[in-house]
């Protein structure tokens, strides 16, 4: 079991940056990653980007390359998504997951079976 929670959402005009935080607890492995999702509303949940625990291997989606990075703190079991050149579409809910399995391999496009409780990011025109 793995247990994630988010913090670090919040209302910020186009053009600003946010960083939203997804602190890991419980069995956490080494060879998985954790991503974070979006989702607006009437909208489906979209990935945006992830990070392996193990070598830093990060993904992004094309409309946040340049903007945004992904990174993570094994220490503190911790994952952040620092947001840059903020844009009215990037307003959703953002949800940090985990696979909480144990792999050779790692994709953001696998099921993960843990979710956060969600962050709520808008950004004002």
């Known amino acids: 079991q793995v247990q994630l929670v988010e913090s670090g959402g919040g209302l910020v005009q186009a053009g600003g940056s946010l960083r939203l935080s997804c602190a890991a607890s419980?069995?956490?492995?080494?060879?998985?990653?954790v991503g974070w999702f979006r989702q607006a509303p009437g909208k489906e949940r979209e990935f945006v980007a992830a990070?392996?625990?193990?070598?830093?291997?990060?993904y992004y989606t094309d409309s946040v390359k340049g903007r945004f990075t992904i990174s993570r703190d094994n220490a503190k079991s911790t994952v952040y998504l620092q947001m840059s050149s903020l844009k009215p579409e990037d307003t959703a809910e953002y949800y940090c997951?985990?696979?909480?399995?144990?792999?050779?391999?790692?994709?953001?496009?696998?099921?993960?079976?843990?979710w956060g409780q969600g962050a709520q990011v808008t950004v004002s025109s």
């Open positions: 419980g069995r956490i492995f080494s060879t998985d990653g």
């Open positions: 997951a985990t696979r909480g399995a144990y792999s050779t391999t790692y994709s953001p496009y696998d099921a993960h079976k843990y």
């Open positions: 990070i392996r625990w193990s070598d830093g291997s990060t």
